[in-house]
């Protein structure tokens, strides 16, 4: 399965697609660097002189892409160059789509906070749509590198919970351990009023001698002793062989956005990409409940990848 790295030529393009060669070459397949621009300049509709100013630019675009398919090529990866019209993230997710690829790679500005909202982001939009595992890339691609290389293991924070988008993450999670040596965090974020619901759900009889239930944001919630203990034996119940041997599973504890919370989480272990599963919410379920991919894109210091749902049986 293939790699595909959307590119504008920038910094960041640079580095996302380093490193998206990085794990084509440790999968033994091909790096697809698709460039994308907004206007078709073979319309011939067009004025002359308008025809000739496009002409040119494609020109300027074809010589940029071939150098850095060139580069890329030195790295010891097949590359395939390709060129296309229309709005970066749709043509990216839906030519990721046509090519059934593994991975969708594509550079971020580093733009966090009140400047990302109001700039937006064709990475994080790509992210959102995509219905293949998409890498927001951030920051250098050196440990990739030495990854490729056989000379150090890739750190990888996969966030985890109870839901089902939590396989597909692991899915690709494996991917890459399959591909060269990785250390595996397992990450899950507690947030104890969620928590209590999910145990006295579990178990709707009261346990002898538990303290009695009470209400919770008009839920009647029990109150289970030992809340961590039990959340971890349930998750290491559920994720069970579905994840790399001798990976750690880590619980904490947090009243903030989840998002945040791994994001600082993955910058203290030194974490080269965080993963986290998507449910692409949208309409006002996205509104409600948000995304936690989306927030750990605009705040990780590292690549965040965003997995998305299953896709539907063909």
């Given at each position: 399965?293939?790699?595909?790295?959307?590119?504008?030529?920038?910094?960041f393009?640079?580095?996302?697609?380093?490193?998206?060669?990085?794990?084509?070459?440790?999968?033994?397949?091909?790096?697809?660097?698709?460039?994308?621009?907004?206007?078709?300049?073979?319309?011939?509709?067009?004025?002359?002189?308008?025809?000739?100013?496009?002409?040119?630019?494609?020109?300027?675009?074809?010589?940029?892409?071939?150098?850095?398919?060139?580069?890329?090529?030195?790295?010891?990866?097949?590359?395939?160059?390709?060129?296309?019209?229309?709005?970066?993230?749709?043509?990216?997710?839906?030519?990721?789509d046509?090519?059934?690829?593994?991975s969708?790679?594509?550079g971020?500005?580093?733009?966090?906070?009140?400047?990302?909202?109001?700039?937006?982001?064709v990475?994080?939009?790509?992210?959102?749509?995509?219905?293949?595992p998409?890498?927001?890339?951030?920051?250098?691609?050196?440990?990739?590198?030495?990854?490729?290389?056989?000379?150090?293991?890739?750190?990888?924070?996969?966030?985890?919970?109870?839901?089902?988008?939590?396989?597909?993450?692991?899915?690709?999670?494996?991917?890459?351990?399959?591909?060269?040596?990785?250390?595996?965090?397992?990450?899950?974020?507690l947030?104890?009023?969620?928590?209590?619901?999910?145990?006295?759900?579990?178990?709707?009889?009261?346990?002898?001698?538990?303290?009695?239930?009470?209400?919770?944001?008009?839920?009647?919630v029990?109150n289970?002793?030992?809340?961590?203990?039990?959340?971890r034996?349930?998750l290491e119940?559920?994720?069970?062989?579905?994840?790399?041997?001798?990976?750690?599973?880590?619980i904490?504890?947090n009243?903030?956005?989840?998002?945040d919370?791994?994001?600082?989480?993955?910058e203290?272990?030194?974490?080269?990409?965080l993963?986290i599963?998507?449910?692409h919410l949208?309409?006002?379920?996205?509104?409600?409940?948000?995304?936690?991919?989306?927030?750990?894109?605009?705040?990780?210091?590292?690549?965040?990848?965003?997995?998305?749902?299953?896709?539907?049986?063909?």
């Amino acid at each position: 399965m293939p790699i595909l790295c959307g590119t504008d030529f920038s910094e960041f393009a640079t580095h996302a697609a380093e490193a998206a060669a990085h794990l084509a070459r440790r999968m033994r397949d091909r790096l697809v660097l698709l460039h994308v621009g907004r206007t078709r300049d073979d319309d011939e509709q067009l004025p002359p002189e308008r025809a000739t100013e496009l002409l040119k630019k494609r020109n300027k675009v074809v010589g940029l892409l071939t150098d850095q398919a060139e580069r890329l090529r030195a790295l010891g990866v097949e590359v395939q160059e390709e060129i296309m019209a229309g709005e970066a993230d749709e043509v990216l997710a839906d030519y990721a789509d046509a090519i059934s690829a593994h991975s969708v790679f594509i550079g971020t500005h580093g733009r966090r906070g009140f400047r990302a909202w109001g700039t937006g982001s064709v990475a994080a939009r790509t992210a959102q749509q995509s219905r293949r595992p998409t890498v927001v890339w951030r920051g250098k691609p050196d440990r990739w590198a030495a990854w490729a290389d056989g000379k150090a293991p890739l750190r990888v924070m996969c966030g985890v919970d109870f839901s089902p988008a939590t396989e597909r993450a692991l899915d690709w999670v494996s991917s890459l351990a399959d591909a060269g040596p990785i250390e595996l965090h397992l990450s899950h974020i507690l947030w104890p009023p969620n928590e209590q619901k999910r145990q006295a759900a579990k178990d709707k009889m009261p346990h002898a001698g538990a303290e009695p239930p009470h209400t919770l944001h008009g839920f009647e919630v029990a109150n289970p002793p030992n809340m961590e203990t039990i959340c971890r034996a349930d998750l290491e119940a559920r994720l069970r062989g579905k994840f790399p041997a001798g990976s750690a599973l880590e619980i904490r504890p947090n009243w903030g956005r989840p998002a945040d919370a791994l994001a600082e989480w993955a910058e203290d272990v030194g974490t080269d990409v965080l993963v986290i599963a998507t449910r692409h919410l949208t309409g006002i379920a996205g509104l409600w409940e948000g995304s936690v991919a989306q927030g750990a894109i605009a705040t990780a210091r590292c690549a965040v990848a965003s997995i998305p749902p299953p896709l539907a049986p063909a």
